[in-house]
């Protein structure tokens, strides 16, 4: 079983990363975080994790096996996380969304592609078919690292995405059918 490898290290650049499960008492930890992250990553957020009852929901997310959440931290500081969430809807029991933030202190070094590459084990692992992801249509980056990781783009949904500052984004869903998906 893929839980059993975590937590595990990776060194990236001569820097240790540790990745390993997220857990009821990451609360404070996860609104840290994203208290101190810039507005542009609060933009496509599934919630707004800046807000205690939201992280709740998540960790209820995670107890009741609707999701589960790996951490990533340098030297002990969470720098970025990456989330399935599958068993949501019964006509959609098939498929899995996955997010994926890192701060912007810590992109372009490969951890985004490390976590989405465990959660869809993960989601190989649940039996299920197809992982979706959804983006901005701006995000080169993240656009770039998921086809790299055979996912392809399936819709772009004009205006979709209202920020807090009420403009509006294109949003993009790429998915990857899990039989196809790049080892």
Do not use: C
Request: aromatic share 10%; no cysteine; charged share 25%.
């Amino acid at each position: 079983m893929i839980r059993e490898k975590y937590p595990y290290t990776i060194t990236i650049h001569d820097k240790p990363f540790t990745l390993r499960l997220m857990t009821a008492q990451d609360r404070d930890v996860i609104l840290y975080f994203a208290q101190h992250l810039p507005e542009t990553d609060l933009s496509f957020m599934r919630r707004d994790i800046t807000q205690p009852e939201a992280v709740d929901a998540w960790i209820r997310d995670v107890q009741s096996n609707r999701a589960v959440t790996i951490l990533v931290e340098d030297q002990g500081n969470m720098v970025g996380y990456g989330t399935l969430y599958f068993n949501q809807l019964f006509w959609n029991r098939h498929l899995a969304e996955v997010r994926v933030l890192i701060s912007s202190t810590h992109r372009n070094w490969g951890l985004g592609t490390r976590l989405m590459r465990d959660l869809t084990q993960f989601a190989q692992e649940l039996k299920l078919d197809k992982v979706i992801v959804y983006m901005a249509v701006e995000n080169d980056s993240a656009r770039r690292m998921t086809t790299d990781l055979g996912f392809k783009a399936e819709a772009i949904l004009a205006d979709w995405v209202k920020t807090r500052d009420n403009r509006t984004h294109d949003l993009l869903i790429m998915s990857m059918a899990l039989s196809e998906m790049h080892n």
